[in-house]
């Protein structure tokens, strides 16, 4: 299973003796683990560097925040998976496989018919490999809107890394707070890809621009020859005319 935490709230009290500083930390970030501890200590981590922030901001020049008690007020662990280790639980709206680091995730031009999403590890884009994936991200969806034919090779970032296979149609029916979830994602996920193109458009369009500047230029060069030629022509008539041979 795959946990993660949802709507975390956690009070932070600082131990400086006389200190007031009592802070209520929300998490927005979307944290994710193996385990229910993992994701708390995760999310710790994260409440601890929010709450050294807030702290310096307010008694920053006084003391620093000293062994901060940190204790979750609200929040609920969401289970994400099924067991990664066995298929037992796969059902027909979520399949989980796992993978070694180079491995093909997706294939470019496969049929498309699942969203994927990343349990553990990470995946990234195979020609743009600055474009990665991580815990809780999603990819693949554009396919499944655009064109039905993945649009990209997806390859595993690590070994292990384990990807959720979601079928929308099943899981809507089954879950459809999560398909709705994955859905949004997956939104988010076509504006980047989007996002992307618009750029590469906007690159080709500045190098067609330089082109056709350099055809004008061009152009404008052999008008100008041709108006000299033209010139030429007449001055040797006239040189003709005046120097007749005949
Ligand atoms: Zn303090």
């Known amino acids: 299973m795959a946990y993660k935490l949802k709507k975390g709230i956690f009070k932070v009290a600082c131990k400086h003796p006389g200190c007031p500083f009592d802070a209520e930390i929300e998490i927005t970030q979307n ?9 708390e200590i995760e999310a710790k981590k994260i409440v601890k560097d929010m709450a050294l922030i807030k702290h310096d901001a307010m008694f920053g020049t006084k003391h620093s925040l000293s062994s901060p008690t940190i204790r979750k007020t609200s929040g609920i662990f969401e289970a994400v998976g099924a ?6 639980n796969q059902s027909e709206a979520v399949k989980y ?3 070694k680091k180079g491995d ?13 999403e990343v349990v553990k590890g990470s995946a990234f884009v195979d020609k743009n490999k600055a474009h990665t994936y991580n815990v809780g991200d999603t990819f693949g969806a554009a ?5 039905q034919t993945r649009t990209a090779d997806i390859i595993c970032g690590e070994d ?4 959720a296979f979601y079928n929308l149609k099943e899981l809507s029916k089954k879950d459809p707070r999560k398909a709705k979830e994955l859905y949004t994602e997956a939104m988010e996920d076509i504006f980047d890809v989007i996002s992307e193109m618009e750029s590469v458009i906007d690159n080709l369009e500045k190098e067609l621009e330089k082109e056709n500047m350099v055809s004008e230029n061009r152009k404008e060069r052999i008008s100008a020859l041709e ?11 006239e040189f003709e005319g005046k120097h007749s041979f005949k």
């Open 31 to 39: 944290i994710m683990g193996m385990t229910e501890e993992d994701v």
């Open 104 to 116: 093909k995730i997706l294939k470019k031009g496969d049929i498309a018919t699942t969203i994927c």
């Open 160 to 163: 292990g890394t384990t990807i």
């Open 227 to 237: 108006r000299e030629l033209l010139e030429s022509n007449k001055k040797i008539s």
């Open 143 to 147: 396919a499944l809107l655009i064109n």
């Open 83 to 88: 067991k990664t280790t066995s298929l037992i």
């Open 97 to 99: 496989k796992e993978y």
